[in-house]
């Protein structure tokens, strides 16, 4: 199954970010119930490679990560399916245009299945998704807030340029403990989303607190340099945001491993609905000129 398709690209219907173009994962032939296997191409047409990132588009792992879950409902025959928690994920190797990403989701238990991707032949990453059929519980309507920030759209435009054309953050504040409270919504240039809370999906959110974790690091991103996803020891969804609802990013902790650095945090609504928590992200700093090709060691 084509998951970008050059006509689709172009029309302006598009889905919420980041399937703009996108057509959903259908399951292979196998004869396991429990197994399923998808296959989607990726075309340098897909609206967000501008931001992921200019003249060196990779696709972004939070886009794999949605995959998953369309690989999942695919296997499991329910389109109800949504996700709950990421557990173990692993990021090893790059996917480019033209590549085929091809899924495999095994079912581990009730809710639970484990999700291996490869493109190119080669094992681009891992992960478990702990998933579920219920809806979200009805919230009330978006707190308008007045904001104050230390750092305003053109500063953060200015400590994440890479990621210009796909920022969702709009402001940052800088606590008294040293902690980031980092405001954004999903906006993407294309991307339309609905008046329902279907329109803002968590890989989505998980998009803003990786952002939000640029700008954490503060000075240590050298110039020009790439911010790339390597591992996701947890993160849990919560409540459901309303479609282009503006959010918080708290970033907790952010300590440097190296040319990595591992975060933690959490996702709020303005009036302090708890939306998502992480632990253990590992977000990697990349020089520009960098090869694209990850190798597994880094990440294992």
Same mark, same amino acid.
Do not use: N
């Given at each position: 199954?084509?998951?970008? *398709?050059? /006509?689709?690209?172009?029309? $302006?219907?598009?889905?919420?970010?980041?399937?703009?173009?996108?057509?959903?994962?259908?399951?292979?032939?196998?004869?396991?119930?429990?197994?399923?296997?998808?296959?989607?191409?990726?075309? *340098?047409?897909?609206?967000?490679?501008?931001?992921?990132?200019?003249? =060196?588009?990779?696709? %972004?792992?939070?886009?794999?990560?949605?995959?998953?879950?369309?690989?999942?409902? *695919?296997?499991?025959?329910?389109?109800?399916?949504?996700?709950?928690?990421?557990?173990?994920?692993?990021?090893?190797?790059?996917?480019?245009?033209?590549? #085929?990403?091809?899924?495999?989701?095994?079912?581990?238990?009730?809710?639970?299945? +484990?999700?291996?991707? *490869?493109?190119?032949?080669?094992?681009? @990453?891992?992960?478990?998704?702990?998933?579920?059929?219920?809806?979200?519980?009805? =919230?009330?309507?978006?707190?308008?807030?007045?904001? +104050?920030?230390?750092?305003?759209?053109?500063?953060?435009?200015?400590?994440?340029?890479?990621?210009? %054309?796909?920022?969702?953050?709009?402001?940052?504040?800088?606590?008294?403990?040293?902690?980031?409270?980092?405001?954004?919504?999903?906006?993407? %240039?294309?991307?339309?989303?609905?008046?329902?809370?279907?329109?803002?999906?968590?890989?989505?959110?998980?998009?803003?607190?990786? /952002?939000?974790?640029?700008?954490?690091?503060?000075?240590?991103?050298?110039?020009?340099?790439?911010?790339?996803?390597?591992?996701?020891?947890?993160?849990?969804?919560?409540?459901?945001?309303?479609?282009?609802?503006?959010?918080?990013?708290?970033?907790?902790?952010?300590?440097?491993?190296?040319?990595? @650095?591992?975060?933690?945090?959490?996702?709020?609504?303005?009036?302090?609905?708890?939306? @998502?928590?992480?632990?253990?992200?590992?977000?990697?700093?990349?020089?520009? #000129? $960098?090869?694209?090709?990850? $190798?597994?060691?880094?990440?294992?």
């Amino acid at each position: 199954m084509v998951w970008f *398709s050059e /006509q689709a690209a172009t029309t $302006t219907a598009f889905a919420a970010w980041p399937w703009a173009g996108f057509t959903p994962a259908q399951a292979g032939d196998d004869s396991d119930d429990d197994v399923g296997q998808s296959r989607f191409s990726l075309i *340098s047409a897909a609206p967000f490679l501008a931001g992921h990132f200019p003249g =060196r588009p990779i696709l %972004p792992g939070v886009a794999i990560i949605d995959a998953a879950v369309m690989a999942c409902r *695919s296997a499991a025959g329910s389109e109800k399916l949504r996700l709950r928690a990421i557990s173990g994920a692993r990021f090893l190797s790059t996917v480019l245009p033209g590549d #085929d990403l091809m899924l495999r989701a095994t079912r581990l238990a009730a809710g639970a299945w +484990r999700v291996t991707a *490869s493109a190119a032949g080669v094992l681009c @990453a891992r992960m478990t998704l702990h998933v579920t059929d219920e809806d979200h519980a009805p =919230r009330r309507a978006a707190t308008p807030w007045t904001r +104050r920030f230390d750092l305003g759209p053109a500063d953060i435009a200015l400590r994440l340029p890479q990621r210009a %054309p796909m920022l969702m953050l709009e402001g940052a504040i800088r606590l008294s403990d040293g902690t980031w409270d980092v405001h954004g919504r999903p906006h993407l %240039p294309g991307a339309g989303f609905g008046d329902t809370v279907s329109g803002y999906p968590e890989s989505l959110i998980c998009e803003g607190f990786f /952002q939000a974790a640029g700008i954490a690091l503060e000075s240590d991103i050298p110039e020009g340099a790439m911010l790339l996803l390597g591992s996701v020891g947890r993160a849990d969804f919560g409540a459901c945001p309303h479609a282009s609802e503006a959010v918080r990013h708290i970033v907790t902790s952010c300590r440097m491993l190296g040319s990595a @650095a591992s975060v933690a945090g959490e996702t709020r609504t303005l009036d302090d609905v708890l939306v @998502a928590s992480y632990a253990d992200v590992l977000v990697v700093v990349r020089a520009a #000129d $960098t090869p694209a090709a990850k $190798t597994p060691q880094e990440f294992s």
